[in-house]
């Protein structure tokens, strides 16, 4: 079947002249890719493009352009990335949690963190000084604390150097922040953390 496609600048459409009528699964084809048939002119006209156009009226397969495969999240050797958070409970007369999100990672085994605030979902009381609390796990990248026991600069992030005690060595990830107290990684969403303090 002779044709011939024509761009219609006017409105930035196509539109195909055939030489007879033609057959009907090449109808069914233009019909398929939304182009309609036009009484006056005795075309039919759309907006597909004019491989596929082509294609889909010799009957072969449109030729389909891969998507670009989305770049890889970099993780390092503990399979941590960047925007994970990181918990350290500490206190001698009272319970502290504070929370570190990763900003970059540094190597294979360091990891650059600032401290944040979660968001609390709900806290009930546990007495008149200490609650539980269910904070949400986000790894949307927060803004840094105003302060900070344990990072100097907030602004930047400190690095820290990851460790593992698990048996594979890898899993269940850690970095000390004084001679006192570690920070452990938190996985989910949520975590339910108690703290209580002293007027």
């Given at each position: 079947m002779t044709y011939t496609i024509t761009p219609n600048p006017t409105f930035n459409s196509l539109?195909?002249?055939?030489?007879?009528?033609?057959a009907?699964?090449?109808?069914?084809?233009?019909?398929?890719?939304?182009?309609?048939?036009?009484?006056l002119k005795k075309v039919w006209y759309g907006y597909a493009d004019e491989a596929t156009v082509r294609a889909a009226i010799e009957g072969k397969p449109a030729e389909v352009k891969a998507e670009p495969k989305a770049?890889?999240?970099?993780?390092?050797k503990y399979g941590v990335k960047v925007g994970d958070i990181f918990r350290a409970t500490w206190g001698y007369e009272q319970t502290n949690n504070d929370f570190f999100q990763v900003i970059a990672l540094v190597g294979e085994s360091s990891v650059r963190v600032r401290e944040v605030y979660l968001n609390c979902l709900e806290s009930t009381a546990v007495s008149s000084m200490s609650e539980d609390?269910?904070?949400?796990?986000?790894r949307e990248i927060?803004?840094?604390?105003?302060?900070?026991?344990?990072?100097?600069?907030?602004?930047?992030?400190?690095?820290?150097?990851?460790?593992?005690?698990?048996?594979d060595g890898k899993s269940n990830p850690q970095f000390k922040l004084s001679s006192f107290c570690d920070a452990y990684?938190?996985?989910?969403?949520?975590?339910?953390?108690y703290e209580s303090w002293y007027a």
């Amino acid at each position: 079947m002779t044709y011939t496609i024509t761009p219609n600048p006017t409105f930035n459409s196509l539109e195909i002249a055939f030489e007879g009528k033609p057959a009907a699964e090449i109808r069914e084809a233009l019909k398929a890719l939304r182009f309609r048939w036009h009484n006056l002119k005795k075309v039919w006209y759309g907006y597909a493009d004019e491989a596929t156009v082509r294609a889909a009226i010799e009957g072969k397969p449109a030729e389909v352009k891969a998507e670009p495969k989305a770049k890889a999240e970099a993780v390092n050797k503990y399979g941590v990335k960047v925007g994970d958070i990181f918990r350290a409970t500490w206190g001698y007369e009272q319970t502290n949690n504070d929370f570190f999100q990763v900003i970059a990672l540094v190597g294979e085994s360091s990891v650059r963190v600032r401290e944040v605030y979660l968001n609390c979902l709900e806290s009930t009381a546990v007495s008149s000084m200490s609650e539980d609390r269910v904070l949400e796990v986000s790894r949307e990248i927060l803004p840094a604390a105003p302060s900070s026991v344990f990072i100097k600069d907030q602004e930047k992030g400190d690095v820290k150097r990851l460790k593992s005690y698990a048996s594979d060595g890898k899993s269940n990830p850690q970095f000390k922040l004084s001679s006192f107290c570690d920070a452990y990684y938190v996985g989910g969403d949520k975590i339910t953390v108690y703290e209580s303090w002293y007027a």
